[in-house]
């Protein structure tokens, strides 16, 4: 697949699956609420979203190498849009449930098949760039989502965002359709054969060029574990944020929620800015993971900032260096899978890893739950920052692990 050719299509993709998504996250309480279901019974539809999203990361990866990037991009879609329309026709607490499974197996799906198209379809030179445009796409409907269906909550019936959404999921499916795709993958065997062949030849016509090409020590087995591990620790840190941020703004900075929801915005906004510019330096620098460390790093710098101050002005300028500090290890951790992971096992690989970090989601708010009773929210945020901590660890043993040669 020619990724510069179909890179609109796919952020336009990205950016209307993320809006989407993040047009029902503040509505779907409320809207599950409205039926009068036990407070056990929302637990439980909350968690099988996740629990979709855990199991969901290893089929999608072997449904891309069957089907290819379009199709699989179009059943993920195609699925959600069924989920959304599901749940604006439906009143039944099974039904919800269920949908809420598949929509978490479809968002999870979507990340791997995107992440595996920029992985397989670019090169050591613009992965990071790529990735950094759909970072940057997801960042717009980060932005755009709330804002609409808050202004839509307020003048209908909390149904129409759902469907909504299932109309921008719908509307995915026509730009992945426009896709335009290359001949069918050949066998494995076949298709290396050729890679090689094609690098020797262009070896043989340009003899004086040098590339650079990274190595390392660690075996695919190692490798698997530290990005997993890494991805685990910051999943978690991310869920802690995103379930306990609001808590503390209203309890501990006593902010309103408008200020608490202008908080994200101006988060949303940084990735959106910056993604496209940090995936080039991630390219340029060569050093992904030194990347991927420091943006962990800046996510800990807008945490320390909200635990020592609840100043507006000063928490917003931590979620704008959060922001980029999110663009930072998207961007680089994604790239750097691609120019580590041969072709053949790069779409499993990206699968395994993304749905064993989903673990984090579920575990880290749990932690942080018990953390809370037995402390305060502000342990909540220690605990983060401990998370955070641990995955800039873990990125630097890996670090010191891989080398670049010149070839």
Known sequence: MDIRRNLPLLMTICFLSQMGGFMILPLFPLFIEEFGLSGWMMGVIFALFYVGKVIGGIPAAAIYRKLGGKRALILMLLLLAV??????????????GLLRLLQGLASTGLTVVVRSIIGDGGNVENRGLYNGYISS?????????????GWLALHWPLSVPFLLVTVCCLMAVVAAMGIKTTAPPLPSTTSDALHTQGT???????PDSTSIGPTTELTQRQQLLGYGTVHFLEMSAYAVFLTYFAL?????MHWDPFATSLAFTVSGISTLAAAPFVGYLSDRLGDRLLLCMLGMFLIGIEVAVFLSTSSHLWVYVGMLIGGVGGACYMDSFFAHIGDHI???SRSSVIGKIVSAAEIGSIISPLVAA??????????VFVFNLVLIAAAIVVQAVMRSQYRTRRL
């Open 342 to 344: 041969p072709d053949e």
């Open 137 to 149: 796409s997801e960042g717009g409907g980060m932005v755009l989502g709330p804002v609409i269906s």
């Open 83 to 96: 989920c959304m329309g599901g749940f604006a026709l439906s009143s039944a607490a099974v039904l919800f």
């Open 248 to 252: 503390y703004a209203a309890h501990i």
């Open 200 to 206: 020797i030849s262009q070896s043989n016509q340009d």
């Open 370 to 379: 018990l953390l809370m009773e037995v402390g305060s929210l502000y342990s």
